[in-house]
């Protein structure tokens, strides 16, 4: 007599001859694992790409050089730095939003990427999601110049000459959202003073609208102040950061010169990789990366660039990220920035 089909089915399950669809599933994850760690462990078998969203000899990039010379000494690849600039850092963004998560392709990229969620009405990716903290290269301080016909010699001078004229004194940024805006922005929040912002197309149209005394102050990055400073061309009033930097010792920090306690604006330069990427892959870019930024060669390469090295993995750049993302929405609000 033959078994109806239903009755065979039941007898296999009874007797545990059919996987269930836990075990499948169960299975199939382990499959995933499995495939994902023999990935990383054959990870690196060619050149990585790192992209750089910002042009040839900025800050990011005299960030990534270093580090890529000396990461691709450790993994035994090339690491190519490519730079893909325009929109603020978002075009090479999309770029490694798209490419594939195998750990051959990363972005060295500023806190501008989180501030961008903010000064962009829509992004053709998501900056959380879309990628993977990998993790911090350096901070990026900058100087609070002013022009030598401005009379003043100290930061607490130039705050007293801006309450006295509120909305009068100008200051130039390399455009809407960029890092010197929101840096200026934020000095003149915790001030309580009242700026004439005057946005440029980039940052040399900002210095030369400087020195030419169209504006009369700026934030600038150290590297690009410090000739302007030392030839009597501006005046440094106090650096963003909470210490005094090795490039330029005799200028306070804006925290003590203003006296504005606890006062700190340092963007940062880190590293991030598309989504989905193997965490054994990315605790060993993470690991090579502080490595490098530890090499006192590399170290000496940042702060010959004005750059503050900075060690710190995956967790502590997320951290970092989540808590600029809400510094720059509020500063964006605050200021009334209308998104591109």
């Not at 109806?4 to 994850?29: D, E, I, K, M």
């Not at 200051?171 to 005057?198: D, Q, T, W």
Request: cysteine-free.
């Amino acid at each position: 007599m033959n078994t109806p089909p239903s009755a065979t089915g039941a007898s296999r399950r009874s007797a545990g001859l059919q996987p269930t669809a836990g075990a499948l599933g169960a299975a199939l994850l382990a499959g995933m694992i499995a495939s994902a760690q023999v990935a990383a462990q054959a990870w690196p078998a060619k050149p990585i790409r790192m992209i750089v969203p910002w042009p040839g000899g900025g800050s990011n990039d005299a960030a990534a050089r270093p580090v890529a010379q000396k990461m691709s000494e450790a993994l035994g690849v090339p690491i190519v730095v490519e730079n893909r600039a325009g929109a603020a850092g978002t075009i090479g963004a999309e770029v490694v939003a798209r490419a594939p998560g195998d750990g051959y392709t990363v972005m060295v990229h500023s806190a501008t990427h989180v501030s961008n969620a903010s000064t962009y009405k829509t992004l053709s990716y998501r900056t959380f999601e879309d990628f993977t903290p990998i993790g911090f290269v350096s901070g990026q301080p900058w100087v609070l110049v002013a022009h030598p016909s401005l009379p003043v010699k100290t930061a607490r001078d130039f705050i007293a000459l801006a309450r006295s004229q509120p909305g009068k004194l100008s200051y130039g940024s390399s455009g809407n959202g960029s890092s010197p805006h929101f840096g200026m922005e934020a000095f003149a929040s915790a001030a309580k003073i009242r700026l004439m912002h005057v946005p440029y197309r980039g940052g040399p149209q900002s210095m030369a609208s400087l020195l030419g005394g169209e504006t009369v102050a700026s934030t600038a990055t150290l590297p690009n102040a410090i000739g302007q400073v030392k030839g009597g061309k501006l005046r440094a009033l106090g650096v963003s950061t909470l210490v005094r930097q090795p490039t330029m010792p005799d200028v306070p920090p804006l925290a003590e010169s203003a006296g504005l306690s606890g006062f700190e604006m340092n963007p940062w330069i880190a590293m991030l990789g598309p989504a989905n990427m193997p965490r054994p892959v990315v605790d060993r870019l993470a690991a090579e990366l502080m490595r490098a930024v530890k090499d006192p060669e590399v170290r000496r390469s940042l702060e010959s660039q004005g750059l503050d090295p900075w060690a710190g993995g995956p967790e502590e750049l997320s951290a970092r990220m989540r808590k600029d993302f809400e510094r720059y929405a509020a500063l964006v609000k605050a200021i009334g920035l209308q998104a591109q």
